[in-house]
Protein backbone atom coordinates (compact mmCIF):
# COMPACT_ATOMS: atom_id res chain seq x y z
CA UNK A 1 0.00 0.00 0.00
CA UNK A 2 1.35 3.03 -0.63
CA UNK A 3 1.49 5.92 1.59
CA UNK A 4 -0.96 8.00 -0.19
CA UNK A 5 -3.35 4.92 -0.33
CA UNK A 6 -3.26 4.64 3.87
CA UNK A 7 -3.63 7.95 4.66
CA UNK A 8 -6.80 8.39 1.80
CA UNK A 9 -8.16 5.05 3.67
CA UNK A 10 -7.30 6.52 7.20
CA UNK A 11 -9.56 9.79 6.32
CA UNK A 12 -12.40 7.61 4.50
CA UNK A 13 -12.62 5.72 7.70
CA UNK A 14 -12.70 8.72 9.77
CA UNK A 15 -15.93 10.08 7.60
CA UNK A 16 -17.85 7.30 8.08
CA UNK A 17 -17.57 7.74 11.65
CA UNK A 18 -18.36 11.06 11.43
CA UNK A 19 -14.96 12.01 12.47
CA UNK A 20 -13.29 13.69 10.15
CA UNK A 21 -11.84 16.96 11.11
CA UNK A 22 -11.27 20.50 8.81
CA UNK A 23 -10.12 23.49 9.33
CA UNK A 24 -12.72 26.17 9.84
CA UNK A 25 -12.30 30.12 10.00
CA UNK A 26 -13.83 31.75 12.93
CA UNK A 27 -17.57 33.06 12.12
CA UNK A 28 -19.87 34.05 14.07
CA UNK A 29 -20.14 34.88 18.44
CA UNK A 30 -16.92 33.57 19.77
CA UNK A 31 -17.95 30.54 22.49
CA UNK A 32 -15.42 28.23 21.47
CA UNK A 33 -12.00 29.94 21.94
CA UNK A 34 -10.05 30.13 25.60
CA UNK A 35 -10.06 33.67 25.34
CA UNK A 36 -11.66 33.83 28.76
CA UNK A 37 -11.16 36.95 29.80
CA UNK A 38 -11.90 38.60 26.35
CA UNK A 39 -8.31 40.38 25.20
CA UNK A 40 -8.31 38.40 22.36
CA UNK A 41 -11.59 39.97 21.09
CA UNK A 42 -10.28 43.93 22.58
CA UNK A 43 -11.67 43.57 25.85
CA UNK A 44 -8.87 45.75 27.24
CA UNK A 45 -6.42 48.18 25.35
CA UNK A 46 -4.57 46.85 22.01
CA UNK A 47 -1.22 45.85 23.16
CA UNK A 48 2.04 48.34 22.87
CA UNK A 49 3.31 47.80 19.27
CA UNK A 50 6.84 45.99 19.66
CA UNK A 51 9.53 47.83 17.29
CA UNK A 52 11.18 47.06 14.53
CA UNK A 53 14.56 45.76 16.29
CA UNK A 54 12.06 43.34 18.50
CA UNK A 55 10.12 41.82 15.90
CA UNK A 56 13.60 40.96 13.91
CA UNK A 57 15.72 39.21 16.17
CA UNK A 58 15.53 35.78 17.92
CA UNK A 59 15.87 33.89 15.04
CA UNK A 60 18.24 30.97 17.20
CA UNK A 61 17.59 29.06 20.15
CA UNK A 62 17.25 30.46 23.74
CA UNK A 63 20.87 29.09 24.43
CA UNK A 64 22.16 31.10 21.13
CA UNK A 65 21.33 34.51 20.03
CA UNK A 66 17.56 34.21 20.80
CA UNK A 67 17.62 34.73 24.25
CA UNK A 68 16.87 38.75 25.16
CA UNK A 69 17.14 40.53 27.89
CA UNK A 70 13.31 41.15 27.65
CA UNK A 71 12.98 37.02 28.89
CA UNK A 72 14.86 37.79 32.07
CA UNK A 73 12.29 40.91 32.85
CA UNK A 74 9.25 38.63 31.74
CA UNK A 75 10.44 35.39 33.65
CA UNK A 76 11.13 37.61 36.80
CA UNK A 77 7.96 39.37 36.48
CA UNK A 78 6.38 35.68 36.33
CA UNK A 79 8.58 34.34 39.29
CA UNK A 80 7.36 37.14 41.71
CA UNK A 81 3.44 36.82 40.75
CA UNK A 82 3.92 33.29 41.52
CA UNK A 83 5.86 33.69 44.38
CA UNK A 84 8.25 31.07 42.76
CA UNK A 85 12.14 30.73 42.73
CA UNK A 86 12.24 30.37 39.03
CA UNK A 87 10.73 30.47 35.69
CA UNK A 88 11.69 29.25 32.25
CA UNK A 89 9.65 30.63 29.19
CA UNK A 90 8.99 27.84 26.23
CA UNK A 91 7.27 28.47 23.00
CA UNK A 92 3.84 27.08 23.71
CA UNK A 93 2.05 24.87 26.57
CA UNK A 94 2.66 21.75 24.06
CA UNK A 95 6.33 21.90 24.03
CA UNK A 96 6.31 22.97 27.70
CA UNK A 97 4.72 20.13 29.51
CA UNK A 98 6.53 17.56 26.39
CA UNK A 99 9.28 18.98 27.51
CA UNK A 100 9.57 19.09 31.25
CA UNK A 101 8.26 15.52 31.45
CA UNK A 102 10.62 14.11 29.26
CA UNK A 103 13.68 15.72 30.48
CA UNK A 104 12.62 14.82 34.31
CA UNK A 105 11.11 11.52 33.86
CA UNK A 106 13.69 8.75 33.83
CA UNK A 107 12.71 5.20 32.19
CA UNK A 108 11.90 3.14 35.60
CA UNK A 109 10.19 6.30 37.59
CA UNK A 110 6.78 5.85 37.82
CA UNK A 111 4.07 8.29 36.75
CA UNK A 112 0.63 8.80 38.08
CA UNK A 113 -1.29 10.84 35.31
CA UNK A 114 -5.04 11.63 35.00
CA UNK A 115 -6.73 9.80 32.56
CA UNK A 116 -7.95 12.77 31.33
CA UNK A 117 -4.90 14.83 30.89
CA UNK A 118 -4.14 16.76 28.33
CA UNK A 119 -2.49 15.01 25.33
CA UNK A 120 1.00 17.10 25.39
CA UNK A 121 1.41 14.81 28.83
CA UNK A 122 0.57 11.55 27.37
CA UNK A 123 3.17 12.85 24.29
CA UNK A 124 5.74 13.85 27.13
CA UNK A 125 5.07 10.56 28.95
CA UNK A 126 5.48 8.31 25.63
CA UNK A 127 8.90 10.00 24.96
CA UNK A 128 10.27 8.90 28.39
CA UNK A 129 8.63 5.75 29.07
CA UNK A 130 7.95 5.69 32.59
CA UNK A 131 5.71 3.11 34.54
CA UNK A 132 2.90 4.32 34.18
CA UNK A 133 -0.60 4.61 35.99
CA UNK A 134 -3.57 6.14 34.23
CA UNK A 135 -5.59 6.89 37.32
CA UNK A 136 -9.72 7.47 36.79
CA UNK A 137 -10.51 10.47 36.46
CA UNK A 138 -10.20 13.04 40.26
CA UNK A 139 -10.40 9.62 41.61
CA UNK A 140 -8.35 10.01 44.88
CA UNK A 141 -9.13 6.27 45.65
CA UNK A 142 -7.93 5.11 42.20
CA UNK A 143 -5.08 7.25 42.75
CA UNK A 144 -4.21 6.24 46.17
CA UNK A 145 -4.44 2.52 45.37
CA UNK A 146 -1.69 3.32 43.26
CA UNK A 147 0.63 5.09 44.96
CA UNK A 148 0.48 2.81 47.87
CA UNK A 149 1.53 -0.28 45.99
CA UNK A 150 4.02 1.60 44.20
CA UNK A 151 5.59 2.84 47.52
CA UNK A 152 5.29 -0.52 49.32
CA UNK A 153 7.87 -1.81 45.86
CA UNK A 154 9.54 1.15 44.96
CA UNK A 155 13.10 0.49 43.38
CA UNK A 156 16.47 2.37 44.52
CA UNK A 157 16.57 5.46 43.37
CA UNK A 158 13.40 5.68 41.36
CA UNK A 159 11.11 8.63 41.30
CA UNK A 160 7.38 8.85 42.11
CA UNK A 161 5.39 11.41 40.08
CA UNK A 162 1.37 12.79 39.96
CA UNK A 163 0.48 14.78 37.01
CA UNK A 164 -2.87 16.82 36.63
CA UNK A 165 -4.28 19.48 35.26
CA UNK A 166 -6.22 22.07 37.38
CA UNK A 167 -8.80 22.68 35.49
CA UNK A 168 -9.73 19.90 32.58
CA UNK A 169 -10.10 21.04 29.36
CA UNK A 170 -13.10 19.27 27.98
CA UNK A 171 -14.94 18.62 30.94
CA UNK A 172 -14.59 22.47 32.80
CA UNK A 173 -14.17 20.65 35.93
CA UNK A 174 -11.14 21.32 38.69
CA UNK A 175 -8.56 18.75 40.37
CA UNK A 176 -9.06 18.52 44.04
CA UNK A 177 -5.45 19.35 44.10
CA UNK A 178 -5.06 20.01 48.14
CA UNK A 179 -6.22 16.34 48.56
CA UNK A 180 -3.69 15.13 45.50
CA UNK A 181 -0.65 17.06 46.99
CA UNK A 182 -1.59 15.63 50.64
CA UNK A 183 -1.79 12.35 49.10
CA UNK A 184 1.44 12.58 47.14
CA UNK A 185 3.47 13.80 50.16
CA UNK A 186 2.18 10.72 52.50
CA UNK A 187 3.49 8.43 49.53
CA UNK A 188 6.65 10.43 48.85
CA UNK A 189 5.24 11.11 45.28
CA UNK A 190 6.38 14.90 43.63
CA UNK A 191 3.00 16.70 41.98
CA UNK A 192 2.99 18.83 38.57
CA UNK A 193 0.37 21.03 37.55
CA UNK A 194 -1.16 21.83 34.09
CA UNK A 195 -2.52 25.06 34.75
CA UNK A 196 -3.44 25.99 31.32
CA UNK A 197 -6.96 26.57 31.65
CA UNK A 198 -6.45 28.28 35.27
CA UNK A 199 -4.00 31.06 34.55
CA UNK A 200 -5.53 34.09 34.44
CA UNK A 201 -8.82 32.63 35.82
CA UNK A 202 -8.50 31.63 39.74
CA UNK A 203 -6.19 33.01 42.18
CA UNK A 204 -4.70 35.68 43.68
CA UNK A 205 -4.08 38.25 40.58
CA UNK A 206 -5.03 35.54 38.59
CA UNK A 207 -1.75 33.25 38.78
CA UNK A 208 -3.79 29.89 39.13
CA UNK A 209 -5.27 27.25 41.09
CA UNK A 210 -1.79 26.35 42.93
CA UNK A 211 -1.52 29.89 44.42
CA UNK A 212 -5.00 30.01 45.07
CA UNK A 213 -4.85 26.78 47.25
CA UNK A 214 -1.46 27.89 48.87
CA UNK A 215 0.24 25.26 47.59
CA UNK A 216 3.27 26.89 45.56
CA UNK A 217 5.93 25.15 48.26
CA UNK A 218 4.32 21.85 47.87
CA UNK A 219 4.25 21.07 44.15
CA UNK A 220 7.34 20.65 41.96
CA UNK A 221 6.58 22.64 38.81
CA UNK A 222 3.65 24.19 37.47
CA UNK A 223 2.68 24.63 33.70
CA UNK A 224 0.92 27.62 32.49
CA UNK A 225 -0.13 28.78 28.49
CA UNK A 226 -0.31 32.58 27.44
CA UNK A 227 -2.22 31.30 24.66
CA UNK A 228 -5.52 31.00 26.78
CA UNK A 229 -6.55 33.50 29.17
CA UNK A 230 -3.91 35.40 28.74
CA UNK A 231 -4.21 36.27 25.30
CA UNK A 232 -0.39 36.30 24.14
CA UNK A 233 1.81 33.62 23.06
CA UNK A 234 4.16 31.45 24.29
CA UNK A 235 3.86 29.52 27.62
CA UNK A 236 6.16 28.73 31.03
CA UNK A 237 7.29 26.64 33.41
CA UNK A 238 7.24 27.07 36.92
CA UNK A 239 9.27 26.09 39.70
CA UNK A 240 12.66 26.05 41.45
CA UNK A 241 15.96 27.31 40.18
CA UNK A 242 17.50 24.13 40.11
CA UNK A 243 15.00 22.57 37.95
CA UNK A 244 15.49 25.95 35.97
CA UNK A 245 18.92 25.12 35.63
CA UNK A 246 18.53 21.43 34.73
CA UNK A 247 15.87 22.22 31.59
CA UNK A 248 18.15 25.08 30.60
CA UNK A 249 20.55 22.33 29.97
CA UNK A 250 18.46 19.02 29.17
CA UNK A 251 15.44 19.92 27.99
CA UNK A 252 15.79 19.32 23.45
CA UNK A 253 11.94 21.08 23.49
CA UNK A 254 14.29 23.92 24.66
CA UNK A 255 17.44 24.08 23.21
CA UNK A 256 16.57 22.30 19.66
CA UNK A 257 14.08 25.19 18.54
CA UNK A 258 14.26 29.14 17.51
CA UNK A 259 13.11 30.99 20.88
CA UNK A 260 10.16 33.25 20.36
CA UNK A 261 10.73 36.56 19.20
CA UNK A 262 11.82 39.27 21.68
CA UNK A 263 8.48 41.29 20.20
CA UNK A 264 6.46 38.53 21.66
CA UNK A 265 8.08 39.71 25.36
CA UNK A 266 6.91 42.90 25.31
CA UNK A 267 3.61 41.38 24.53
CA UNK A 268 3.68 39.82 28.18
CA UNK A 269 5.53 42.49 29.78
CA UNK A 270 2.24 44.18 28.57
CA UNK A 271 -0.40 42.14 29.28
CA UNK A 272 0.96 40.98 32.92
CA UNK A 273 -0.06 43.84 34.84
CA UNK A 274 -3.74 43.85 33.08
CA UNK A 275 -4.04 40.38 34.12
CA UNK A 276 -3.22 41.07 37.38
CA UNK A 277 -5.67 43.72 38.26
CA UNK A 278 -8.20 42.23 36.21
CA UNK A 279 -10.52 41.29 39.10
CA UNK A 280 -13.22 42.55 37.19
CA UNK A 281 -12.40 40.12 34.32
CA UNK A 282 -12.73 37.12 36.59
CA UNK A 283 -16.10 38.06 38.22
CA UNK A 284 -17.56 38.75 34.62
CA UNK A 285 -16.46 35.40 33.31
CA UNK A 286 -17.15 33.30 36.85
CA UNK A 287 -20.75 34.90 36.92
CA UNK A 288 -21.58 34.23 33.01
CA UNK A 289 -20.47 30.71 33.69
CA UNK A 290 -22.45 30.42 36.49
CA UNK A 291 -25.59 32.05 34.41
CA UNK A 292 -25.31 29.84 31.51
CA UNK A 293 -24.86 26.70 33.99
CA UNK A 294 -27.95 27.49 35.88
CA UNK A 295 -30.19 28.39 33.02
CA UNK A 296 -28.73 24.24 31.12
CA UNK A 297 -29.35 22.69 34.09
CA UNK A 298 -33.43 24.02 35.07
CA UNK A 299 -33.83 23.14 31.93
CA UNK A 300 -33.05 19.51 32.33
CA UNK A 301 -29.39 19.36 30.38
CA UNK A 302 -27.09 17.06 32.13
CA UNK A 303 -24.03 19.47 33.22
CA UNK A 304 -20.29 18.10 34.40
CA UNK A 305 -17.86 20.40 35.77
CA UNK A 306 -18.15 23.90 37.62
CA UNK A 307 -16.41 26.14 35.18
CA UNK A 308 -16.39 28.78 32.74
CA UNK A 309 -15.37 25.46 30.20
CA UNK A 310 -19.40 24.37 29.45
CA UNK A 311 -19.52 20.75 28.08
CA UNK A 312 -22.67 19.72 26.47
CA UNK A 313 -22.25 16.11 26.26
CA UNK A 314 -24.43 14.16 23.42
CA UNK A 315 -22.48 10.81 23.30
CA UNK A 316 -22.62 9.98 19.82
CA UNK A 317 -20.39 12.06 17.20
CA UNK A 318 -22.82 12.83 14.25
CA UNK A 319 -25.59 14.53 16.60
CA UNK A 320 -22.67 16.44 18.50
CA UNK A 321 -21.60 17.63 14.76
CA UNK A 322 -25.64 18.43 14.13
CA UNK A 323 -26.10 20.40 17.35
CA UNK A 324 -22.88 22.42 16.22
CA UNK A 325 -24.00 22.80 12.84
CA UNK A 326 -27.40 24.10 13.68
CA UNK A 327 -25.68 26.95 16.70
CA UNK A 328 -22.98 27.79 13.80
CA UNK A 329 -25.85 28.45 11.30
CA UNK A 330 -27.39 31.15 14.23
CA UNK A 331 -24.27 33.06 14.30
CA UNK A 332 -22.38 31.13 17.31
CA UNK A 333 -19.09 29.83 16.45
CA UNK A 334 -18.99 26.91 18.63
CA UNK A 335 -17.33 23.24 17.61
CA UNK A 336 -18.38 19.74 18.68
CA UNK A 337 -16.06 17.96 20.29
CA UNK A 338 -15.16 14.20 18.97
CA UNK A 339 -12.68 11.41 20.17
CA UNK A 340 -10.02 11.28 20.40
CA UNK A 341 -10.05 14.89 21.59
CA UNK A 342 -12.88 13.19 24.12
CA UNK A 343 -13.38 9.72 25.34
CA UNK A 344 -15.38 7.51 23.24
CA UNK A 345 -19.03 8.01 23.30
CA UNK A 346 -19.02 11.34 24.49
CA UNK A 347 -18.80 13.50 21.96
CA UNK A 348 -20.02 17.53 23.01
CA UNK A 349 -20.09 20.80 22.17
CA UNK A 350 -17.55 22.18 23.87
CA UNK A 351 -18.73 25.83 24.99
CA UNK A 352 -16.27 28.44 26.33
CA UNK A 353 -17.75 31.18 28.31
CA UNK A 354 -16.10 34.39 28.16
CA UNK A 355 -15.53 37.83 30.48
CA UNK A 356 -17.22 39.99 27.28
CA UNK A 357 -20.36 37.90 27.00
CA UNK A 358 -23.71 39.84 27.96
CA UNK A 359 -26.04 38.31 29.96
CA UNK A 360 -28.25 38.52 26.81
CA UNK A 361 -25.80 36.90 24.33
CA UNK A 362 -25.40 33.81 27.37
CA UNK A 363 -29.51 33.22 28.15
CA UNK A 364 -29.92 33.32 24.29
CA UNK A 365 -27.15 30.96 23.70
CA UNK A 366 -28.74 28.62 26.43
CA UNK A 367 -32.07 29.25 24.60
CA UNK A 368 -30.66 27.69 21.58
CA UNK A 369 -28.63 25.54 22.86
CA UNK A 370 -31.48 23.63 24.70
CA UNK A 371 -33.71 24.03 21.38
CA UNK A 372 -30.76 22.72 19.10
CA UNK A 373 -30.79 19.48 21.31
CA UNK A 374 -33.79 18.86 21.48
CA UNK A 375 -34.51 18.88 17.78
C1 LIG B 1 -4.54 21.35 29.46
C2 LIG B 1 -3.71 21.89 28.34
N1 LIG B 1 -2.38 21.87 28.47
C3 LIG B 1 -1.57 22.34 27.50
C4 LIG B 1 -2.09 22.85 26.34
C5 LIG B 1 -1.16 23.33 25.26
O1 LIG B 1 -0.99 24.71 25.36
P1 LIG B 1 -0.55 25.55 24.05
O2 LIG B 1 -1.81 25.79 23.30
O3 LIG B 1 0.09 26.79 24.59
O4 LIG B 1 0.40 24.69 23.30
C6 LIG B 1 -3.47 22.91 26.17
C7 LIG B 1 -4.03 23.49 24.91
O5 LIG B 1 -4.87 22.98 24.28
C8 LIG B 1 -4.30 22.40 27.19
O6 LIG B 1 -5.63 22.40 27.05
Same mark, same amino acid.
Not at 126 to 155: M, V
Not at 246 to 267: D, E, M, Q, S
Given at each position: ?22 ? @? ?34 ? *? ?81 ? %? ?9 ? $???? @? ?6 ? #? ?19 ? /? ?46 ? *? ?6 ? %??? /? ?34 ? $? ?6 ? @??? $? ?23 ? $???? @? ?34 ? #? ?17
Amino acid at each position: MTLQARWTETLDGLTAQGRLRAL @RLPHGIDFTSNDYLGYGNGRLANPKVPSAELARTGM *ASRLLRGHHAVWDEVESELAAWHAAEAVLMMTSGFTANEGLLSTIVEPGDWVATDELNHACISEGLRICRPRKFAFRHNDLNH %LEDGLRAEAAK $RPEG @RQMLVVTE #SVFSMDGDRAPLVEIVTLAER /YGASVIVDEAHSTGCFGPRGSGCVDELGLRSRVLATVHTGGKALGVTG *AYICGSRL %LRD /YLVNKCRHLIFTTALPPAIGTWWIDRLPKVQSDNLG $REQLHANA @RRI $RAVLIEDGLPMIGETFIVPVVLGDD $RNAV @RVATVLQTKGYDIRAIRPPSVPLGTARLRVSIHADH #SPEMIDQLAFDIIEGVRQ
